[in-house]
């Protein structure tokens, strides 16, 4: 139970041991409108390549009528120095009450490593479309 009054504060969620906790800060610019007559509402989706598959591990808000859309919530993941870590951005338009990005339109996506990302300050890549 929390109290603040009394001066006790929860404790952050716990952390694997020798991973550290990394941020990321998501944004796009200039993103394809496939839609004729709107601007998208994008949204991107995180997933991490384990155990021999992708996990989604993270999902931004959605942001309306957007085509270059900068991002309040921040993606945290667990970095493992020397473990290469793939990771897939997946971009999509959210649509009307959409729950699942299978209802969505893709606009794009990308990959890299959590490595490639933590040794540069700054990451900009190309989105790529399925064809």
């Keep these: 139970m929390s109290d603040p009054e009394m001066g006790w504060v929860p404790e952050p969620p716990t952390m694997t041991l020798g991973a550290s906790r990394v941020e990321l800060r998501v944004s796009c610019h200039g993103l394809l ?3 004729t007559l709107t601007k998208p509402h994008p949204c991107v989706l995180l997933k991490l390549y384990s155990d021999e598959q992708w996990v989604e591990v993270e ?5 309306r009528s957007c085509s270059s ?7 945290a993941l667990e970095y493992f120095f020397e473990e290469k870590q793939p ?3 997946h971009v999509f338009d959210a649509e ?3 729950t ?9 996506s990308t990959e890299c490593t959590l490595g490639q990302i933590v040794s540069q300050t700054k990451v900009t890549k190309p989105l790529l479309l399925k064809n």
């Design 59 to 63: 999902r931004t808000e959605v942001l």
């Design 87 to 89: 990771l897939q951005f």
């Design 100 to 108: 699942s990005p299978r209802n969505d339109t893709f606009l794009g």
């Design 96 to 98: 009307d009450g959409a």
């Design 33 to 35: 409108d496939r839609d």
């Design 69 to 75: 859309p900068v991002f309040s919530r921040v993606l």
